[in-house]
């Protein structure tokens, strides 16, 4: 057992978690190290080019002040990291330090992958930077659980709407305030005759993230679980909110092989003009600069509320320091410096991400032109807080697999969303009843509304 009870999976379960890879087989050069320096810290990131980018810049400028260590930085595409991950740990190769997602802690912890860095932590000259959505967001993921911490957050995120600003003047419209004003919108916004669609629609990987936060909107709350741990994601409540979104498809309102999207091709079918609005973090602010718009162009605004709640889709990266490091005390040195209020902050400003530290918060250009409507949202106390149980180890599968499998049956008309729902409830009440098994009752619950 490792951390607070986390059961460690055996060389054979793990190699049934990733699809039976040869684990003698070395994926990457991540888990290499230079026979010439022992201090040679390897880094894995899976951010996506341009925040693996900024955060290879951090890396250049801490090894000119610090010769006596090396980083090795292996960044890895992000739909190759996850299973890359599980294998390198299952191996016995895992990079020192790693960036993870909220949704794959628990899992990672449950492997006891990661590092309890309390030690390093309490004597840190600054932990007591982080903003409080850093620090809420960090305790939903279980990065951060009483005195215990198993990651830093690195960035915050939170989503706004992207509208075509030229659209909305040719067609004289203006940011909807709400779901329904919003769907009328997208109808405006559609001419196949013309190649135009309203919404950019993620209908494969991490399209989960776009209908569970309409479920919500409709539903008003952000609990998967009753009092009693009964399951409720699929309340009729939350079948309408995802009903919604189905008919966003079924009614062509998007492209019809948005099907098979994920997050480059809906960004992309946004700035070349084949969609209208799309939802995102702040970081496809400079996706859109880079191919051309501009203020005549793009629009962002905060999300339309639906009928019981405004909800708002924070998330947080995180850096974690693997447990079978070989190199803790160096890569501790590394983390530290990288995780100092002065580079978040530069990082943040390079990628267009809201920071994780009060310093940054205090930072004028991050609320000014197209991010403003993501610091208003942020600073809204009446935000319902997007939420999942990431504490249950299952929730990287049930958001990687289950969710996508699914979507997709309901969106080409083999199960209803009814159905849908049905079938993602009963994987997560299993879930949930192992996790009670062995841990008690008393579950982590989402924070509550202002």
Not at 332 to 359: F, H, N, T
Not at 385 to 397: I, V
Not at 431 to 436: E, G, S
Request: charged content about 25%.
């Amino acid at each position: 057992m490792t951390g607070k009870g986390y059961p460690t999976l055996s060389r054979r379960e793990m190699l049934k978690l990733t699809g039976g890879a040869v684990l003698g087989t070395a994926l990457s050069a991540c888990g290499k190290r230079s026979a010439s320096n022992d201090r040679t810290v390897v880094l894995m990131t899976a951010m996506g080019e341009p925040k693996d980018r900024a955060i290879g810049h951090l890396v250049a400028e801490f090894e000119q002040r610090h010769p006596r260590i090396h980083i090795e930085h292996n960044p890895v595409p992000w739909d190759q990291s996850h299973s890359k991950l599980l294998t390198m740990i299952a191996g016995g190769t895992p990079p020192d330090l790693l960036t993870t997602t909220g949704q794959w802690m628990a899992e990672f912890r449950a492997m006891g992958a990661l590092e309890n860095l309390k030690p390093w932590y309490q004597a840190w000259e600054h932990k007591d930077a982080w903003t409080p959505v850093a620090i809420q967001s960090g305790q939903i993921a279980t990065a951060i659980e009483g005195e215990n911490v198993y990651g830093f957050p690195i960035e915050a995120s939170i989503r706004c709407m992207y509208y075509r600003r030229d659209w909305f003047d040719e067609l004289g419209l203006k940011p909807a305030a709400t779901r329904q004003e919003w769907r009328r919108v997208c109808e405006r916004m559609t001419s196949p005759q013309k190649k135009r669609y309203g919404y950019a629609f993620r209908g494969a990987r991490g399209g989960f993230w776009s209908w569970w936060a309409m479920a919500e909107e409709f539903a008003g709350t952000n609990e998967w679980f009753a009092e009693d741990s009964r399951c409720i994601i699929n309340s009729p409540e939350h079948v309408k909110g995802l009903e919604f979104w189905n008919a966003l498809y079924q009614d062509r309102l998007v492209p019809e092989d948005s099907l098979n999207w994920g997050y480059t091709e809906l960004v992309q079918a946004f700035w070349s003009g084949v969609c209208g609005c799309c939802e995102q973090d702040t970081e496809v602010v400079g996706t859109c600069l880079e191919h051309g718009m501009d203020e005549t162009t793009l629009l962002t605004a905060p999300m339309p509320a639906g009928p019981k709640a405004r909800v708002g889709g924070v998330g947080v990266w995180f850096m974690s320091m693997a447990s079978g490091s070989k190199q803790k005390d160096a890569a501790w040195e590394v983390m530290s410096w990288l995780q100092a209020p002065d580079q978040i902050v530069r990082y943040c400003k390079e990628v267009g991400m809201i920071p994780p530290v009060k310093q940054g918060m205090a930072d004028p250009s991050f609320g000014q032109g197209f991010y403003k409507p993501f610091m208003e949202m942020a600073n809204d106390p009446t935000l319902l807080l997007d939420w999942t149980p990431a504490y249950l180890p299952e929730m990287a599968e049930f958001v990687e697999v289950r969710t996508m499998e699914e979507q997709q049956k309901m969106l080409l008309k083999r199960q209803t969303p009814q159905e849908t729902l049905d079938r993602l409830a009963d994987f997560i009440q299993k879930a949930q009843k192992r996790y009670v098994e062995r841990h008690g009752p008393n579950t982590p619950r989402p924070p509550k509304r202002a």
